[in-house]
Every structure is written in C-alpha cells, then in structure tokens.
T-cell receptor
Framework: AQKITQTQPGMFVQEKEAVTLDCTYD???????LFWYKQPSSGEMIFLIY??????QNATEGRYSLNFQKARKSANLVISASQLGDSAMYFC???????????FGGGTRLMVKP | DAGVTQSPTHLIKTRGQQVTLRCSPK?????VSWYQQALGQGPQFIFQ???????QRGNFPDRFSGHQFPNYSSELNVNALLLGDSALYLC???????????FGQGTRLTVV
C-alpha cells in the first residue's frame, strides 16, 4: 500500500529566506507521480509542483523546487525567497500510475515571519 | 474559465440525516474525485467517477455513494450521518488521466 509521511507538523521561516518541507513515501509500484499542494485557510488545494518517478531532473516551478531522491524515497519541497503569502498548510501526495487516487501526507503548517 | 465549483460551501446536519454535496468540474474535465479531509489531517480518497461510472473507491462504507451526470458534474451522498462524518469534502477534477488534478474550495460539513 502506498504511504506518505510528513514529519514536520509546523515550521517557521523568516521572510525572504528559503525553507525545505520534508516528504518521504513508500510504494511498490515502479511508476508513480509525486505532488505538492498548498492549502490556505480558504480550503482549496492549490497545485504547486509535480515529479514523475522516471524524471531524471528535479522539477522546478518558479520559487518552488522538488528535491527528488528516489533511492531514499524522499520528495522534499524547497521554497525560495519566502513570502508572507506562503503561510499555509502544505501537503505532499502520491499517485501510482496503476491507480487513480491521490494519497496525501498529514501536512506541514508553514508560518512565514515578517 | 471557471475552476472546480462546489456547493454548498457550508452545511450543518443532524446525526442520522442524509446529505448531498455537489461538484461542477473545470471546463473540459471529465473525471471527478471526492476526498474527505478531517480537521488537522490530510485528505482521504473516497471515490472517483469517469464516464458516469465509479472507477475506484477508497476505504469508505457504503453510506457514501456518488453519481456522475452526462455533463460530468457529480454528487456525493452520505446517508445515516455520524458525528465523525464532520469534515471538509473536496472535489477534484482532471481530464482523463492527465497529471494535474484541480480542486474546489470544498464543502465544510458539520454533523451535530
């Protein structure tokens, strides 16, 4: 069964600094995708970045990058130059290519300090 | 272009009642998934609909049922509500097996 673990319930970061949110996963499927979502207090899940299991390079989307270490089964999110608007819950998720469901971790609450 | 829309945004029901939540997918999307997010937890997959059929189901009892209409909109029905059904219910849509799923803002259900 697939599983996602986020070990940081809450994190503080100073505005304009970089922060890394940890995510480890477990799956027996060789083909899968890893996702990061941001959830502000409004509730909507906002897609940030995607990494396929066969992608050779780490994914980047603007200030977001995904540090993918396949052998260690980790997919950490790096946010550069943090902004006050980055304060939110962040969820790591995985979808096995053989399935249709997203499996989410428990989330990390990020708080950006001015 | 409207994204995924869900209604209602908030709902209060009494234990034992039945509830119907609605979701309109993003334009062009034909696949709809439903998730339950309890307070302080990550979302959990309930089921997915494609071509008006339930394609995959998570670990939820039969009290949870759904439907997809020809216009791809979807409903989630929950019968015999329990206090533990109180949660944010999220709908996500995508086109076929495309990578990215787009989420709505959710329906916050409170069972009293």
């Amino acid at each position: 069964a697939q599983k996602i673990t986020q070990t940081q319930p809450g994190m503080f970061v100073q505005e304009k600094e970089a922060v890394t949110l940890d995510c480890t996963y477990d799956t027996s499927d060789p083909s899968y995708g890893l996702f990061w979502y941001k959830q502000p207090s409004s509730g909507e899940m906002i897609f940030l970045i995607y990494q396929g299991s066969y992608d050779q390079q780490n994914a980047t989307e603007g200030r977001y990058s995904l540090n993918f270490q396949k052998a260690r089964k980790s997919a950490n999110l790096v946010i550069s130059a943090s902004q006050l608007g980055d304060s939110a819950m962040y969820f790591c998720a995985m979808r096995e290519d053989a399935g249709n469901m997203l499996t989410f971790g428990g989330g990390t609450r990020l708080m950006v300090k001015p | 272009d409207a994204g995924v829309t869900q209604s209602p945004t908030h709902l209060i029901k009494t234990r034992g009642q039945q509830v119907t939540l609605r979701c309109s997918p993003k334009s062009g999307h034909d696949t709809v998934s439903w998730y339950q997010q309890a307070l302080g937890q990550g979302p959990q997959f309930i089921f997915q609909y494609y071509e008006e059929e339930e394609r995959q189901r998570g670990n939820f009892p039969d009290r949870f049922s759904g439907h997809q209409f020809p216009n791809y909109s979807s409903e989630l029905n929950v019968n015999a509500l329990l206090l533990g059904d109180s949660a944010l219910y999220l709908c996500a849509s995508r086109y076929r097996d495309s990578t990215e799923a787009f989420f709505g803002q959710g329906t916050r259900l409170t069972v009293v």
